[in-house]
Nanobody
Framework: QVQMAESGGALVQDGGSLKLSCTAP?????????TGWFRQAPGKEREFVAA????????KYGDAVRGRFSISKNHARNTVYLQMNNLKAEDTAVYYC??????????????WGQGTQVTVSS
């Protein structure tokens, strides 16, 4: 099964910004899928971060990141971005992206990537 590819994770200071990328590989089903970002911190369950539909600009966010994170997309590059501002130590996690082939952006989620590490130092 093809996997989405995340990139952009790094070590950043508290209050800093970071932009993650999620690129769909060739071989993805030719549907208007939605893309979602999730994160998982050590010892915690995976948490929903944000999602965006391929058509239109509908986006939704998890409560913990609303107002600080912004999701966007570039159709030409088959890439979805997660702009993270005002980062906090509790944002430290491995960030994953996945595709919702129904296009609704509510799951089920599939084609999970390998993840990219974001570490926020306080």
């Amino acid at each position: 099964q093809v996997q989405m590819a995340e990139s952009g994770g790094a070590l950043v200071q508290d209050g800093g910004s970071l932009k993650l990328s999620c690129t769909a590989p060739s071989g993805m089903p030719d549907t208007a899928y939605a893309t979602g970002w999730f994160r998982q911190a050590p010892g915690k369950e995976r948490e929903f971060v944000a999602a965006i539909r391929w058509r239109g600009s509908n986006a939704k966010y998890g409560d913990a990141v609303r107002g600080r994170f912004s999701i966007s997309k570039n159709h030409a590059r088959n890439t979805v971005y997660l702009q993270m501002n005002n980062l906090k130590a509790e944002d430290t996690a491995v960030y994953y992206c996945a595709a919702d082939l129904t296009g609704r952006g509510s799951g089920p989620w599939d084609h999970w990537g390998q993840g990219t590490q974001v570490t926020v130092s306080s």
